[in-house]
């Protein structure tokens, strides 16, 4: 009977997981800068458009649609864009020389890690890359998952 009841709550909470919409307000976080410095939403920079990308230095796609974004800086240098991964820090300089080198290094873009693996049960990504743009306010105006994020967020932002 025990067993029973575990296995229906597993089940329904790997239901309700499944089914959770990204949230339309930018979530309480903590991430850490590479120098290991705490960063949180009080450290963001006020009064622009945030972009937040999770991506995993492996991932086949993250590297595309860096590598786009790093292509198409421009149509996002007025945006602060926060790249999120889970990825060790020694891996993550080799990633942007190699996908986008000097992307890491622009003035509106800050690349922190979830060491504490807060991203994925606040923003409930579906799959990597997943990017969520916030107005200055912090609604959610644009989320995507895999491939094609970049192409979206830039239409978004030419309007």
């Known amino acids: 009977m025990k067993f029973r009841n575990l296995l229906l709550i597993l089940l329904f909470a790997f239901t309700y997981q499944a089914n959770a919409q990204q949230p339309t307000l930018l979530p309480q976080f903590t991430f850490f800068k590479l120098d290991g410095k705490v960063f949180s939403n009080k450290d963001l920079a006020q009064g622009k458009k945030n972009l937040f990308i999770l991506f995993d230095c492996t991932c086949e796609h993250c590297q595309r649609e860096t590598k786009l974004l790093n292509t198409n800086y421009a149509q996002f240098k007025n945006i602060n864009i926060y790249m999120i991964t889970l990825d ?3 891996i993550i300089p080799k990633f942007f020389n190699s996908y986008a080198k000097g992307l890491n290094a622009k003035p ?3 690349v922190l890690q979830d060491k504490n693996h807060m ?3 606040a923003f409930l990504p ?3 890359p997943a990017m969520y743009l916030y ?6 105006l644009v989320y995507n998952a895999g491939d094609g994020g970049i192409k979206k967020i830039m239409k978004v932002l030419a309007k």
């Open 88 to 90: 060790e820090a020694y």
């Open 126 to 128: 579906k799959m990597y």
């Open 135 to 140: 107005s200055p306010a912090g609604k959610l």
């Open 119 to 121: 991203f994925i049960p």
């Open 108 to 110: 509106n873009v800050t």
